[in-house]
C-alpha cells in the first residue's frame, strides 16, 4: 500500500482489533471480505456464451447504451461499469437509482437490473416499467421476485448471483457478473489472454498483504485509529468516483459513520476555498478532519499536481494520498475497494459495532412493507 501524507497520528495504544473482531463479527463480514477475489474470479467465470446462448442475440444488436437500475450494495457495479465505459467502453452506461425510468430512456437501451435479494421495491417498479413498454432487461439476482420475471417476460433474461450475505459484502459476485456481461456484449473490451488471471494473482496478494487480523497493529489499524474521533473526507479524480461512493456507502453501513465526498477537478472550482490552505478562509471544521486521496497512476498529469497541491496546503494534519496499484483502470480501483473495505472494517470494531448490522434501514424496510 502506498500511503503519503502529512503525518501519522501519534495515538495511544487502541483496543486490541483481533479481540474485537472476534467479539462484533457475528454475520462473518471479515470472512466475506477475504473472499472477494475468488469470488469476483469465479462470477468471471460465470458469464459465457454456452452458459447464456440468449447473450448472442443481444451482442448482435446495436443498443443506444446500458441503463443499470438497482439501489445500495446492488447498484454499485453500475457505477464502475459508467467509470470504466467513460474510459475505454463503446456505448455510455448510465446508473438510475430510483422507482422511475429517465424520461429519454426508450427500448434501444438495454436494461441491466440488478438486487441481490431480488425484491428491492424501487428496482422492481423501474424494471416492470420498462419491460411493459418493450424493454430487453438481464437481471442480476440471488432470487425474488426480480429472478422470476424472465418467465412472465420473455425480454427478461437471468444471470442468477451467489446469496447468503449482505449485498455490500457481495460486491465481487455481482459486479464480476456485470462486467463479464458487458464484455461479452462488446459494451466494454474483453482483456488479452492471461490479463485476468495476472490481475487477481495481485490482488489476492493485497488482499492478504492488507489483512487486518494477520496485521493487526499495520497502517489500516492506524489510519482507522485516526478516524476514530475525526470527520472523514473522501477526495479522488473523476474516474475513481465509483471507490470513493462505495467507500462512503462502506463506512455508512459497516462503521455508523458519515464521509464527505469530493471530486477532483470539481471540487477546485468550489470546495477548495471551505477548505482554505491559503489566506483566512475555510470553514472551520476542516482541520479536524482525516483527509483521504484516493488516487492511481493512470490519472491525467494536471489533476495528480492539483491534488499534490491539496496536500502540500491542507489544513488538516491528517491528510494522506493513498494509491490504488495495478496495471489498468479496472485493477487500481479493485485494489483501492479491498483496502477501503478493510479501513471500514477497522473502524467498525473500533466503534464496538458489528459491521452487519443496518438496524435502520431494517426499520424503514418494515415500515414500508407494513404500509403497502
Known sequence: MKMEGIRMSNSEEGPGLVELANALDEQGMIGYTRAFV????????HISFDRFEWMEMLAKKKWSGVLCLGMGGSAAGGDFLS???????SKPVHVQRDYALPSWWDSTWLILATSHSGNTEETLEASETALKAGATVVAISTGGILAGLPEMYPNCHLIASVGGQPPRSAFGHIFSRQLGL????????MPETGADDAMLERLQA????????????????????????????LL??????PVLNRFKNQLNENAARFARVGVVPEMNHNESVAWGGIGEDRDASGI??????LTWKGMHERVQRRMDWMIAHAATDYAWKIEGEGAT????????????????????????????????????????????
Open 236 to 241: 479522488g479524480p473523476t474516474e475513481v468516483t
Open 206 to 233: 493485497a488482499m492478504d498483504g492488507f489483512d487486518l487480523l494477520k496485521d493487526p497493529e499495520g497502517d489500516i489499524a492506524q489510519l482507522a485509529m485516526c478516524m476514530v474521533d475525526r470527520p472523514i473526507a
Open 288 to 293: 479536524e478532519h482525516v483527509l483521504l486521496l
Open 329 to 372: 483502470l479496472l485493477e487500481s480501483m479493485l485494489h483501492l475497494c479491498i483496502l477501503t473495505d478493510w479501513i471500514s472494517l477497522a473502524l467498525s470494531f473500533l466503534h464496538g459495532k458489528d459491521p452487519a448490522s443496518i438496524g435502520p434501514i431494517s426499520a424503514l424496510k418494515a415500515h414500508l412493507d407494513s404500509v403497502n
Open 182 to 189: 458487458l464484455r461479452h456484449l462488446g459494451v466494454l473490451p
Open 38 to 45: 475468488d469470488d469476483f474470479r469465479n462470477g468471471l467465470n
Open 83 to 89: 467509470a470504466l465505459a467513460s474510459f475505454q467502453g
